[in-house]
């Protein structure tokens, strides 16, 4: 299934990236195979939601998804449109990038290769690219309004998540 191409629906950035954030699909699309990540290839359950929804895009910048036995980043938003969080603060929002990983990690421990991608393949380009620092990288439960949220879920350690950014440091 294609989803048609639709950046007239969306908001263009018009500031510099500051802040990622790091979320789950589980809080987004409501059908199980956006909910639970398998070995099989998924991705189409989000541009599913995504028509559902009637959305022009998929809410994410980049998406993390396990196939078969590794995790392959997928390019879903382009970094120069803004993603729809009325929970997180314009302030943070219009400058961050939005990272997910598919399945809800309420419910699953995150393997340490997810970890490890996140790391070397998103975030570590990302904070070269836009000269920040790891400090700049927040969950989504750090920077929403909604206290009861748990995304990116109970299982992710943002500990590791800074000391994987930090192992695969671009010099």
């Keep these: 299934m294609k989803m048609p191409l639709k950046p007239a629906w969306l908001e263009v950035r018009r500031q ?21 990540d398998t070995a099989t290839y998924q991705y189409p359950a989000l541009t599913k939601g995504v028509m559902e929804k009637k959305q022009g895009d998929i809410n994410y910048h980049y998406v993390i998804e396990k196939v078969k036995d590794d995790y392959i980043p997928i390019a879903c938003r382009p970094i120069s449109y803004l ?26 421990i995150p393997e340490k290769r997810c970890y490890e991608i996140l790391a070397y393949k998103l975030l570590n380009p990302m904070l070269k690219l836009f000269s920040i620092s ?12 909604d206290k ?10 943002k500990a590791v998540i800074i000391s994987m950014t930090r192992k695969f440091v671009i010099k």
């Design 16 to 36: 510099s990236v500051k802040w990622i954030i790091i979320h789950h699909t589980a809080e987004m699309y409501d059908m199980p195979s956006a909910r639970i």
């Design 83 to 108: 993603c729809e969080w009325p929970d997180i603060d314009n302030n943070i929002n219009n400058r961050a990038i939005h990272v997910a990983l598919l399945g809800s990690y309420d419910f699953k």
């Design 134 to 145: 790891p400090a700049k990288i927040k969950l989504h439960n750090e920077v929403s309004n």
């Design 148 to 157: 009861e949220l748990t995304c990116p879920g109970e299982f992710i350690d």
